[in-house]
């Protein structure tokens, strides 16, 4: 099986074990990633890979570190923020209502530095009691690791320091080397996970950050995840990317506000929850007034039913309580379908499936649209509708669902007349292009040096992403080796003073002391059998003992040695007629003891010069 096979095997085993799908990862930085975790754990490839796993469940979570690069920090790309606080920030502000929230929608957040960059720049712009009125920050990620110390908040100087001094002072509290930032503001900042892959969209949002994410994605998953951020903006909202992302295939959706900072505007379309609105039959007043008699409550019936769109109300059990006129009609019900269970008629799942749409509109307590669907009627041309579930709700309790399904076939035809008349207006304008065509040949050419142009650009826009993806690579690659290195030059450090405090014991004895390794070659010479034989430590050790030329008679402690470094004797002692370093004769006496080390053998040599008497 080819190796190719064998990966995209890999990804199907992690999104069917973890529920993690990396298919709109770019197959290149993607692959880099797995060869270094399979080379660190020295599998061959794929499909060993996938056993390891199966043996070694913690792996996925170092796997996972891998793949899933945070590298961040704040206000990085400085000229970039600044636009944003100078420029992007006052006018998104300045076109809202004092007393109407401001939603900023951090994507990819990583560790949470950019984060709080856009909290502190609401806050100098706002005021500290302005921003916590009125800012909601959503921040999400896919790694709950880099989630939990965004949550947290603290961070080293390191991290801190394109923070500006004064900015730092008012916003982050100083413990120790560490920097926290400040808790009345951070309980505006909701984090949370999600997966821009597949996980529905933040709504409603003014700012969306979004910078060095998307190019991780190939250009299939890129234009999934820009509609998703189309629909989280509101109208006027704003796009910051990182400094790598330009957006040229997808000018439908976004348009320049500043490409140099990546700064983009959402194009406004109008989309079907901006059209419909329900507002409950179930209101839960307790005090009965005008609204609540008969006649109006039989008129407000009315109205409902003849209403020109198609309309079902389904309650929290499921039960379906109402369907208007448009609705029997054009979806085959009839009155005696009311009361029943949604899921036993054939418009739970005809035209389009509601029951999955009603869970997500009551878990997530807002309009769920389902597109356009298509429905055949039996002696009736195809209808199209788009399809809405609004949740009915109140307070914060569930009663139920309004569906509607707008018939916009209409709509559908008029749209599909045009498309086929700019295709009929492209032929025509083609036949007319056959005759003029030496008149243009001119033209053609500089079209095409353009078209090459594009597509180089596009390339170079390409490679470009694949170098800041290898760029965040090293850089997180670099923080490790750096820790390591701090490791390390720790462990120097406490071995230096280790041997000084060694030395130092050495040379107190006052005794000539001289370790030998099993095959009786010299490790330590010290200070004391320096000046007693005037032979030099660099001179001695790693020299054969019984070798060195020195005053002490080596060949008659010889079997003493031996005894010690065979384990025999615990401690052998003699004396012998020796000369110093003076050339005068003298007795010395030398004691052995054996290295007490269990993985070490070897022996301690203990000389001291006897007093004559």
Excluded at 59 to 88: C, K, M, S
Excluded at 191 to 219: E, H, K, W
Excluded at 244 to 257: A, C, G, Q, R, Y
Excluded at 410 to 432: D, F, N, P, V
């Amino acid at each position: 099986m080819a190796e190719d096979q064998q990966f995209e095997e890999l990804l199907e085993y992690l999104k069917r074990t973890r529920g993690f799908d990396f298919g709109g990862y770019k197959r290149a930085s993607l692959t880099r990633r797995f060869d270094r975790r399979m080379k660190d754990v020295g599998v061959a490839g794929p499909r060993e890979y996938v056993d390891y796993l199966e043996v070694h469940p913690e792996e996925f979570g170092l796997l996972f570190d891998t793949i899933l690069i945070n590298v961040t920090g704040f206000f990085r790309d400085r000229p970039a923020w600044d636009y944003l606080a100078e420029d992007v920030v006052p006018r998104l502000l300045g076109d809202k209502p004092e007393d109407e929230d401001v939603r900023v929608w951090c994507a990819g957040c990583a560790t949470g530095e950019e984060a709080y960059s856009v909290a502190i720049l609401l806050a100098e712009a706002l005021g500290d009691d302005a921003y916590r009125e009125r800012v909601k920050i959503y921040a999400t990620d896919v790694d709950e690791d880099a989630l939990n110390v965004a949550r947290h908040a603290t961070y080293s100087a390191d991290d801190v320091k394109d923070v500006p001094e004064p900015v730092r002072e008012r916003y982050l509290d100083r413990t120790d080397s560490r920097y926290t930032f400040r808790s009345d503001l951070r309980r505006m900042v909701i984090f949370g996970r999600n997966d821009l892959v597949q996980d529905a969209p933040i709504s409603r949002v003014d700012l969306l950050v979004c910078r060095n994410t998307l190019m991780y994605f190939n250009a299939e998953a890129q234009s999934h995840m820009l509609e998703g951020f189309h629909f989280a903006l509101r109208d006027h909202g704003v796009l910051f990317l990182g400094k790598s992302e330009m957006l040229i295939t997808h000018t439908d959706l976004f348009v320049p506000l500043e490409l140099k900072r990546r700064v983009f505007a959402r194009v406004p379309r109008p989309t079907l929850r901006d059209r419909y609105a329900f507002v409950a039959r179930a209101n839960g007043d307790d005090n009965p007034g005008p609204e609540s008699s008969p006649d109006l409550g039989s008129v407000r019936e009315s109205a409902l039913d003849v209403a020109p769109v198609a309309q079902i109300v389904v309650d929290a059990e499921g039960t379906v309580l109402f369907a208007n006129q448009q609705a029997r009609r054009q979806l085959g019900l009839t009155r005696r379908d009311i009361g029943k269970q949604l899921q036993e008629l054939d418009v739970s799942y005809k035209p389009a499936e509601l029951r999955a749409g009603i869970e997500r509109a009551q878990e997530a307590r807002r309009p769920v649209a389902l597109g356009r669907v298509e429905m055949l009627a039996r002696g009736r041309d195809a209808v199209t509708f788009e399809v809405l579930i609004t949740p009915v709700l109140r307070g914060n309790d569930f009663l139920g669902t309004s569906v509607t399904f707008d018939d916009i076939t209409g709509q559908a035809t008029l749209q599909e007349e045009l498309e086929r008349s700019k295709r009929e207006l492209e032929i025509a304008y083609e036949e007319l292009q056959s005759t003029v065509e030496e008149l243009e040949t001119t033209n053609e050419e500089l079209q095409s040096t353009n078209e090459e142009l594009e597509t180089t650009n596009e390339e170079l826009q390409s490679t470009n992403e694949e170098l800041e993806t290898m760029n965040e690579e090293l850089q997180s690659t670099n923080e490790e080796l750096e820790t390591t290195n701090d490791e390390l030059r720790l462990r120097g450090t406490e071995l230096d003073r280790v041997n000084t405090f060694l030395d130092t014991i050495l040379t107190s004895l006052g005794l000539g002391v001289v370790v030998v390794d099993h095959e009786q070659r010299v490790q330590v010479w010290n200070h004391a059998a320096e000046d007693l034989w005037g032979l030099r430590a660099g001179e001695a050790e790693g020299k054969h003992l019984l070798g060195l030329d020195f005053g002490l008679p080596v060949q008659e402690i010889k079997p003493q040695l031996l005894a010690c470094l065979s384990g025999e004797s615990e401690r052998e002692e003699v004396t012998v007629t020796a000369v110093n370093r003076k050339g005068r004769e003298m007795r010395c006496r030398v004691s052995c003891v054996p290295l007490a080390a269990s993985d070490v053998t070897g022996a301690i040599l203990i000389m001291e010069e006897l007093a004559k008497g």
